[in-house]
C-alpha cells in the first residue's frame, strides 16, 4: 500500500483541480447541433434532490433507506409467530394488508413489481393469511390457491418453502433434501463444508440443519392447515426433491439424498450431539446483537426456533436478544407495515456520500464528514470473520453492508466506502482507507475477480445438490463487485500494470458478454453490471476507444427507450426474457448515463436524453417515483427493492452530467 500512496496523492490532485473547474467552462468537443440541457432547470432540480438527501441524514451522519422484497419475507414472519404461538394480533393485521395489496389481479404473487406469479412466494402469502383467519371462501383466497394449483400445488415449492411446511406438518420431512447436522463435524478436504458455500447460505443452512436433526412440530394454535394446496395428498406425494440444474451430477446427488433419508435414524447418537453442540458453537458468537446472526432474515428467525427446541427458556439472554433482532425488522413506510430482509445502512450511506459530493456538498463540510466520520466507525478492524477460513493472513478491515455483521463484512462495500473516504481528501481517514485497501487486495480470488463475502468460492458442483434450487449456494466472483474494487484502486492511484488491477481488468474483459453488456449481480441487470464495469476501465486508463468498450457504449445506446429512459425487468435473468423491458425507471436511468459518461459520452445525444428523462420524470424532492424493483438478493429468487436507489442514483447521475459538461473534463476522476 505504502508503494501507491504518492499516486494516490496525484490522483487527488488531479480529481481537486477536476471539481474547482469554472463551472461555467466547456468542453471543446460539445457538438452543437446537439440541444442543451436546460441549465436552471438542471440546476434547480439537483438544489431540491440535495437538500431532501439533507434532510434524511440521520443525527449521527447516516443514511439508511428502507430495503423491501417479497411476500415472503412478511408472511415467514407471520408463520414465525404462529410457530411460537406468540403473535400480535394488530401486527398481523397490518402485515395482511402489505399483502393483499402486492397480490397479482390473477390471485398470485410475484418475486418483484410487475412480476408474474411465483408459487413459492403464493404458498407463503396463502398460509400467512389462513393463519389470520382469513377464510379459504373469500376471493382472494380463492384465486391465490386457483394460481397455485395452475402452478402444479404445493408441493412444487422450494425448498425454503417446503422446510416451513415441514415445520407445520404438512408435508413429511422427506419432503424436504436431507442435510444432517453431522455436516458440521466434515473436514475442509470433504467435498461439502459448510465454510465452501456462501455466507448467506451457511447462515441459513446451519440453523435448518439444527431443525432438521430436531425435527419440531410448529405451535400453530389455530391448527390451519393447507392441504387444499396440493393435487396428490402431501404425504403421498413422492416427487418433491428435485434436481436444480437438470445434470447428470444433480441426479447422483438425488440418490445420495434418498439415502440419507434411511439412514439418518441409525446415525450414532453422540455424533449428533457433537454436531448439534458444534452449531450451536457456531451460531452463539456470531448472534451479532440487535443485528441478528448473519444480519439477514432467514437464519434470525430460524436460531430463535432453534434456540427454543433445544431447551433454552425465553428469558435466556441469546433466546430474547436472537427474538428482539427478529423483531427489529418490522418497518412502516408511507402508512404500510412490512418486513425487512435485514438494514442497508452502510451501503446506503456510502453510496448517498457519493452523490453528495458529486453535488457540490463540501468534501470537508459538515454533512460529509459526519457520514464519512458513521462510516469510519463501521470499519471492522478486530473480527476474522468467517472469510478469514480461506484468508487467514490477511488482517482484518472491511466494512459490513447493515449496521453491525462482523464476522461478514461485504467486499462491494468497502470499497465504496474506500473511496468515499478518498475523495473528501481528509487525513484522518488515511489509516481506514488503508486497511480497507489492504483487506480487499488479500480477497480477490485467483481469476483475478472479486465475490461480495468470500474468496474463491468457485465449488460449482454444490450447485447440483437438491438443497441448492435457489441457485445461491457460492458466492463468485462477479462482474460489478469486481469492478468496484478495481475502480477503487484505479481511483487510489494503482495503475493499470499493478499484478492486481491487470488480473481484474483481465477478469472483466472475459466477463463480457457478446453484446457487449456485462451481468449485475446485485442490480439489475445488464445495465448496472455495465455502467459498472465501464466506470471501473476509465479510472483505471483503458482505451476509451477501445473496440471492447465501444461495444458495451453501443449497447447502452441501443437499450435507451424511446422516452429517454433506461429499465430492465426483473426477468432479464431468465435467458428467454432476457432483454425484457416494461419501464424506464430513474435508477436504471442513472446508471446508464452514469456508464456512458465514464466512457467518455457527456456530450452524447444519447447522455443527453437520458438526463432530460431524470429532469422530467415525477418526483417529490429528491425521491423519484419508482415503484419497481432495480436490484436482487438471488436472481430468479429473490430480488429487493432499494428506497435509496431512486434518490442517491439520480441525483448522482445530474450533477455528475453539470460538472462534466460544464468543466474541461469529459470522464470522471473517480473509481465510481
Same mark, same amino acid.
Given at each position: 500500500m505504502a508503494s501507491a500512496l504518492p499516486a494516490a496523492k496525484y490522483m487527488s490532485l488531479r480529481i481537486f483541480l477536476a471539481d474547482m473547474t469554472s463551472a461555467t467552462a466547456r468542453s471543446n468537443i460539445t457538438d452543437p447541433k446537439i440541444p442543451a440541457v436546460d441549465a436552471e432547470v438542471l440546476d434547480r432540480t439537483i438544489d431540491e434532490a440535495r437538500q431532501w438527501m439533507k434532510d434524511q441524514q440521520k443525527g449521527d451522519g447516516h443514511w439508511v433507506f428502507p430495503l423491501e422484497a417479497d411476500a415472503t419475507i412478511p408472511a415467514e414472519y407471520i408463520m414465525f409467530q404462529h410457530y411460537l404461538n406468540d403473535f400480535e394480533e394488530e401486527l398481523n393485521t397490518r402485515i395482511v394488508k402489505y399483502l393483499l +395489496?402486492?397480490?397479482?389481479?390473477?390471485?398470485?404473487?410475484?418475486?418483484?413489481? =410487475?412480476?408474474?406469479?411465483? %408459487?413459492? +412466494?403464493?404458498?407463503?402469502?396463502?398460509?400467512?393469511?389462513?393463519?389470520?383467519?382469513?377464510?379459504?371462501?373469500?376471493?382472494? *383466497?380463492?384465486?391465490?390457491?386457483?394460481?397455485?394449483?395452475? *402452478?402444479?400445488? +404445493? +408441493?412444487?415449492?422450494? %425448498?425454503?418453502?417446503?422446510?416451513?411446511?415441514?415445520?407445520?406438518?404438512?408435508?413429511?420431512?422427506? =419432503? %424436504?433434501?436431507? *442435510?444432517?447436522?453431522?455436516? *458440521?463435524?466434515?473436514?475442509?478436504?470433504?467435498?461439502?463444508?459448510v465454510q465452501k458455500i456462501s455466507y448467506w447460505a451457511r447462515t441459513t443452512l446451519i440453523t435448518m440443519m439444527l431443525l432438521m436433526a430436531l425435527k419440531p412440530r410448529a405451535a400453530n394454535p389455530k391448527k390451519v392447515d393447507i392441504r387444499e394446496l396440493f393435487i396428490t395428498p402431501p404425504e403421498e406425494e413422492t416427487d418433491y426433491n428435485t434436481n436444480p440444474t437438470g445434470a447428470v451430477l444433480g441426479n447422483l446427488f438425488l440418490k445420495i439424498d434418498k439415502i440419507l433419508h434411511r439412514l439418518e435414524p441409525f446415525f450414532p447418537k453422540n455424533a449428533r450431539e457433537k454436531a448439534i453442540q458444534t452449531a450451536v458453537d457456531y451460531i452463539k458468537p456470531r448472534l451479532n446483537g440487535i443485528d441478528g446472526i448473519g444480519a439477514i432474515f432467514p437464519p434470525m428467525i430460524f436460531t430463535v426456533i432453534s434456540f427454543k427446541e433445544l431447551g433454552m427458556p425465553d428469558n435466556d439472554p441469546d433466546v430474547k436478544l436472537a427474538r428482539d433482532a427478529v423483531r427489529a425488522l418490522v418497518v412502516e413506510v408511507d402508512g404500510t407495515t412490512y418486513v425487512q430482509p435485514c438494514w442497508s445502512p452502510v451501503w446506503d450511506t456510502g453510496l448517498a456520500v457519493h452523490g453528495m459530493m458529486e453535488a457540490g456538498e463540501e468534501v470537508q463540510g459538515e454533512v460529509v464528514t459526519q457520514a464519512l466520520d458513521w462510516l469510519k466507525g463501521k470499519q471492522v478492524l478486530d473480527v476474522e470473520g468467517d472469510w478469514a477460513f480461506w484468508r487467514p493472513k490477511v488482517k482484518p478491515g472491511g466494512w459490513a453492508f447493515q449496521y453491525e455483521n462482523g464476522y461478514f463484512p461485504d467486499v462491494d462495500d468497502t470499497a465504496v466506502v474506500v473511496m468515499a473516504l478518498d475523495r473528501s481528501q481528509n487525513p484522518r481517514y488515511r489509516e481506514a482507507i488503508e486497511r480497507g485497501t489492504e483487506w480487499i487486495i488479500g480477497m480477490q480470488s485467483k481469476n483475478g475477480g472479486w465475490g461480495a463475502f468470500d474468496a474463491d468460492n468457485i465449488y460449482t458442483y454444490l450447485n447440483h445438490i437438491p438443497f441448492a434450487d435457489h441457485g445461491a449456494m457460492l458466492d463468485p466472483p462477479t462482474e460489478d463487485v469486481s469492478a468496484r474494487c478495481l475502480g477503487m484502486l484505479a481511483q487510489l492511484g494503482y495503475k493499470r500494470n499493478h499484478p492486481v488491477c491487470h488480473r481484474a481488468v483481465e477478469f472483466l474483459k472475459q466477463t463480457q458478454h457478446e453484446d457487449g453488456s456485462w451481468f449485475g449481480r446485485w442490480g439489475t441487470n445488464y445495465v448496472y453490471g455495465t455502467w459498472s464495469v465501464l466506470n471501473a476501465l476509465n479510472a483505471i486508463g483503458e482505451d476509451l476507444q477501445a473496440p471492447y468498450i465501444r461495444k458495451a457504449v453501443n449497447w447502452l445506446k441501443d437499450r435507451q427507450r424511446e422516452d429517454g429512459g433506461w429499465g430492465e425487468d426483473g426477468g432479464t435473468y431468465w435467458q428467454e426474457t432476457k432483454d425484457l423491458v416494461k419501464s424506464s425507471t430513474a435508477s436504471q436511468t442513472a446508471w446508464a448515463v452514469l456508464g456512458l459518461m465514464a466512457a467518455g459520452e457527456v456530450h452524447s445525444d444519447s447522455t443527453r436524453r437520458g438526463i432530460e428523462y431524470l429532469l422530467k420524470a415525477p418526483r417529490k424532492g429528491g425521491e423519484w417515483d419508482e415503484a419497481w424493483y432495480t436490484a436482487v438478493g438471488f436472481p430468479r429468487v429473490f430480488y429487493l427493492r432499494y428506497h435509496g436507489y431512486r434518490s442517491y442514483f439520480p441525483l448522482w447521475a445530474l450533477a455528475r452530467y453539470r460538472n462534466l459538461s460544464r468543466g474541461n473534463a469529459i470522464t470522471p476522476a473517480y473509481g465510481i
Open positions: +395489496a402486492i397480490q397479482n389481479p390473477d390471485g398470485g404473487w410475484p418475486l418483484f413489481y =410487475g412480476g408474474k406469479n411465483d %408459487v413459492s +412466494a403464493t404458498v407463503k402469502a396463502y398460509y400467512a393469511l389462513k393463519l389470520c383467519g382469513h377464510s379459504i371462501n373469500e376471493p382472494h *383466497m380463492v384465486k391465490a390457491r386457483q394460481a397455485i394449483l395452475a *402452478m402444479g400445488g +404445493a +408441493a412444487k415449492t422450494n %425448498v425454503l418453502t417446503r422446510f416451513w411446511l415441514a415445520l407445520y406438518q404438512q408435508i413429511p420431512w422427506t =419432503g %424436504v433434501p436431507n *442435510m444432517p447436522i453431522e455436516a *458440521m463435524l466434515l473436514p475442509r478436504w470433504f467435498p461439502f463444508h
